[in-house]
């Protein structure tokens, strides 16, 4: 199997013995405990639990029942300072982890993956209950992170400067360097998976991190911290602050913070920008929002499409920066196209994440269900037509019922601003040329998928379209190996892939005067006479 990490395990790939009968997702899995002991709440420090400075908790909320999990100490700036406090000290330059080899920093990370993958089905329980996700793709999607820890585990030792054939008499190399503290801020839609993302390449070239995760999904992260302990990271290396924008906004003004990795909303990401320009200029990656394009030709395989298209926005509730939420549809195909979704969405399982057949959870909070729900009013009061779904799916918990609506037009709301959630829109187009000028029409530029058995097509398309990624044929198919970061206002810098170390790493150069050699002696003794070399005017 190739290493790529599609979102649906295509069906041709699981034996029909391994298949669950409704789901199609592989089969058996470990039975997942809903009852599960939550062991870490407080932040995290040079390897000790501690509590707010100001004693602070708030309730982390499981989406399902709507009940409270546990309280989480909730930081501020004061508890920010403390961190990053750890992460300056571990870094300085006789620090145990700066003078560790290379390698044995791919050691520590290599043993934090092996420690994700033992500890799989708790893990997967904790994000299911945190996030409202259905236990089977937290097992098989958010869990599989070990795989991107142990691509950077491989970078440690092999990343290096190189030496510049400089004129004049000087040896110039340079050295590739860490950032020093960098501040990891994470989203709450896939909170384990953005983690792993940051701290790979992070921890890889040699920072030490303080990470804020999302006040409504602290808990991978705070779990993670343990591993990184018992893994044997040094005190100070790895440090968990969770908190709210109080602390998020402590961290982008931070002068002790050099870097920060953010993955969440445009609004966010420009007042980052700000306390950043207004501070210490910190170097900063931003991964923001999307309302990806989702183009299907006529020509596509359409039962594969419409099934594609339909995991595209619906995967992870809808609640994903690349959910292909604009899907275009080719004129010809558009009536079996939309009949076809509105009946999968229709079977689509909306039921508890801890049930093995569940295809869709609760969205995250009621407030975020309202938004959902004022998209799809305003999509029927501009003039789309509600396929299927559009209300509140049971009375508790915040599950909604997977929306389709065709006839959207560019203009309305749901067509133009990020849903994330559960809401197809379904868009007519007819030429190529029409659709890349309609799928370009946005601010946002995350990903975009394309459906067509025409390579030349596909080629011409994927090379027009303004997104930092385009999926042909699939949706949604990730890999450690590949970049992925947005263009135009989805964000700035990559992350995954060689690119990410370079948004952790700075390159030095250095550059000696060589001493003017006049006599060399070789060998048993003869002398070879050198003529003084000419010395630079610099
Ligand atoms: P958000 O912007 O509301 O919050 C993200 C993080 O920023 C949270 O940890 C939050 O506490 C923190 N924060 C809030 N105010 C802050 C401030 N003033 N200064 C610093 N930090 C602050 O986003 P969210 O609701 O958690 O996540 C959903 C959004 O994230 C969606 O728009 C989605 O598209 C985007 N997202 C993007 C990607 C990507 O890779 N491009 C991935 C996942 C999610």
Redesign the pocket.
């Known amino acids: 199997m190739s290493s790529v990490v599609s979102a649906v395990p295509a069906a041709s790939q699981i034996p029909e013995v391994n298949k669950d009968p409704v789901s199609c997702i592989p089969w058996p899995i470990p039975p997942p405990n809903p009852g599960l002991d939550i062991k870490y709440n407080k932040i995290f420090i040079s390897n000790e639990w501690v509590d707010a400075c100001d004693g602070e908790e708030i309730d982390d909320v499981n989406p399902a029942t709507e009940k409270v999990i546990t309280k989480v100490a909730y930081g501020k700036q004061a508890d920010v300072d403390r961190a990053v406090a750890a992460a300056s000290k571990a870094f300085q330059p006789s620090s145990k982890w700066r003078r560790m080899d290379a390698s044995d920093r791919g050691v520590l990370i290599n043993k934090l993956a092996d420690l994700i993958d033992a500890n799989k089905c708790y893990l997967a329980c904790l994000e299911s209950l945190d996030c409202g996700k259905p236990y089977t793709h937290s097992f098989f999607m958010d869990t599989g992170v070990s795989k991107i820890l142990r691509y950077y585990a491989g970078w440690t030792d092999k990343m290096h400067g190189k030496t510049l054939p400089v004129d004049g008499d000087y040896l110039s190399y340079t050295l590739v360097q860490p950032v020093g503290v960098c501040g990891l ?6 909170p384990l998976i ?1 983690l792993c993302m940051k701290i790979g390449p992070a921890l890889c070239c040699g920072n030490t991190v303080v990470i ?5 999904t602290p808990l991978s992260a705070l779990y993670i911290a343990s591993l990184a302990k018992e893994a044997g990271f040094p005190e100070g290396v790895f440090n968990v602050v969770p ?3 109080e ?3 402590a ?2 003004s931070h002068s002790g913070i050099n870097k920060i990795s ?8 420009r ?2 920008e700000e ?1 950043s320009a207004k501070t210490n200029l910190k170097r900063l990656t931003l ?4 309302n990806c394009p989702n183009i299907v030709f006529a020509d596509a395989d359409l039962d594969y499409a419409v099934e594609n298209a339909h995991q595209a926005v619906f995967m992870n509730q809808g ?4 959910a292909g939420a604009r899907t275009f549809v080719q004129e010809d195909i558009y009536d079996e196209f939309v009949a076809k979704s509105v009946a999968r969405a229709a079977r689509r399982i909306v039921a508890d994440p801890f049930q093995l057949h569940s295809e869709q959870g609760p969205q995250i909070s009621q407030k975020h269900l309202d938004s959902i729900l004022g998209y799809v009013k305003s999509g029927i009061e501009e003039g789309a037509k509600l396929e299927c779904g559009g209300s509140r799916h049971g009375s508790t918990g915040y599950y909604m019922q997977p929306t389709v609506f065709s006839n959207v037009t560019d203009t309305m709301r749901i067509a133009k601003e ?1 849903i ?1 959630g559960p809401v197809q829109c379904i868009f007519k187009f007819k030429t190529v040329e029409e659709v890349i000028q309609r799928a370009n029409n946005t601010e946002y530029g ?1 990903a975009a998928g394309i459906f067509t058995k025409d390579v030349s097509v596909a080629l011409e398309m994927a090379k027009a379209l303004e997104s930092g990624t385009v999926w042909v044929n699939c949706y949604n198919a990730f890999a450690v190996q590949s970049p ?3 263009l135009k206002m ?2 700035k810098g990559k ?1 995954m892939g060689e690119e990410s170390l370079r948004e952790f790493s700075d390159v030095k150069t250095v550059t000696l005067k060589l001493p003017q050699i006049q006599n060399i002696s070789i060998g048993t003794g003869s002398t070879v006479q050198y003529s003084t070399p000419k010395v630079s005017p610099n």
């Open positions: 801020i994470l989203p709450w839609n896939v953005s804020k995760p999302n006040e409504q908190g709210g924008p602390a998020g906004a961290m982008a953010f993955t969440g909303s445009i609004a966010v990401g007042k980052i306390s991964e923001l929002s999307g609640q994903l920066c690349t990020e994330f995350l992925f970061g947005g989805s964000g992350e």
